[in-house]
């Protein structure tokens, strides 16, 4: 008897909530992603396809004693329908039940800041330039507070906001992990932080559990160009001090792609990789501000930084897999992106051009 696609979303997202440990477990939740079931065993994994890969998102979510057996049913399903298997933003957990095999390859995407929410408070009281951004914020009047995503999600100043953001974002909306839409996916584990000026909401931030690690993944940030200095550090501040309220110990930004905290794992990269993702940080940031995000996550102070992989079931990764992960965020064939993206940052400083006349 097959199940229809609210009761699988449902079950997913029972799975997610008693076993997920990655980061990135509750975004198989996310519109545009699908679920595998592993047959007679308590685990799930969400997937896309993208060219002749089923991109999984981040490892298959289960017991812990049930991991190895749902990666080997996994990938035989994989080969079944003729798909190679590639594991998007793999953390500790899989990295090192995977290491010894020879079946497997791993690449360093970059790294992911990481903080215990219970010592936020010193951070924030200790730390000079945050306090002033925090403070920045404050004299201008920006308040926080906290709404239901469901609510937010038919709320029309959330969506014009939303719509000016993506707008002034270089490159086409991202898909995958990066999915724009997250207020279209499962909500009811979700937090949702608006921060207002003069009751005028000018950015928010959405929050996503990670049950097993008890804490949270801060999935988007969405900010407006009328928003004060410090609003988002002052959306942020409150995330982690309602964390820590909630006797969290977990908590992160996500990925930073290319990130100089990872340059140890990025090293052992293969050459062509490592030169590629050198290129980018050094020539790409007018389309994705790697270096930036960075920087803004370390001025934040995090207690650590995790390493962030994928892994491929190959014996050595390949220039295709890094294609198709191109492809999956990209959501159409990265080649396709460029002229578009080129296009759309022309368009840009046309229009910066006019108005400083």
């Known amino acids: 008897m097959g199940f229809t696609h609210d009761e699988m979303r449902s079950r997913a997202r029972d799975l997610v909530m008693a076993y997920g440990w990655n980061t990135t477990s509750y975004q198989i939740l996310n519109p545009g992603i699908d679920h595998w079931f592993a047959p007679q065993m308590a685990a799930v994994a969400g997937y896309i396809r993208a060219r002749e890969t089923l991109m999984v998102v981040g490892a298959p979510i289960g017991p812990s004693e049930v991991l190895t057996r749902a990666v080997e049913m996994l990938e035989r399903h994989g080969r079944d329908q003729g798909y190679q298997i590639c594991y998007v933003c793999v953390e500790g957990q899989l990295k090192s039940l995977l290491a010894c095999s020879r079946n497997h390859s791993a690449v360093a995407l970059g790294a992911q800041p990481i903080w215990n929410p219970q010592r936020w408070a010193r951070i924030a009281e200790t730390h000079a330039p945050l306090r002033r951004q925090l403070n920045r914020a404050r004299n201008k009047g920006v308040t926080v507070e906290s709404i239901s995503p469901q609510a937010a999600r038919n709320d029309d100043g959330i969506r014009r906001l939303l719509i000016e953001w993506l707008a002034a974002r270089p490159l086409p909306a991202l898909r995958f992990l990066t999915e724009p839409l997250v207020l279209l996916g499962e909500l009811r584990d979700r937090i949702l932080l608006v921060a207002r000026l003069e009751h005028k909401p000018v950015a928010f931030l959405v929050a996503s559990p990670v049950p097993a690690r008890g804490g949270y993944l801060v999935e988007q940030i969405v900010r407006s160009r009328q928003a004060a200095n410090g609003t988002v550090e002052l959306l942020v501040d409150s995330a982690m001090r309602r964390f820590a309220s ?4 977990f908590a992160t930004l996500g990925l930073v792609a290319l990130a ?52 491929s079931n190959e014996r050595r990764f390949s220039l295709g897999s890094i294609y198709a992960i191109a492809h999956a965020f990209c959501g159409v064939a990265p080649w396709r992106l460029v002229p578009s993206a080129v296009a759309r940052l022309a368009q840009r400083q046309i229009t910066k051009y006019r108005s400083s006349r």
């Open 260 to 311: 100089s905290k990872a340059h140890r794992e990025i090293a052992s990269n293969p050459w062509w990789l490592r030169t590629s993702m050198r290129m980018a940080r050094n020539y790409a940031n007018c389309f994705y501000n790697f270096r930036g995000l960075e920087h803004f996550r370390a001025k934040m102070f995090p207690e650590t930084w995790e390493p962030v992989y994928a892994i």
């Open 246 to 249: 909630w006797g969290r110990t």
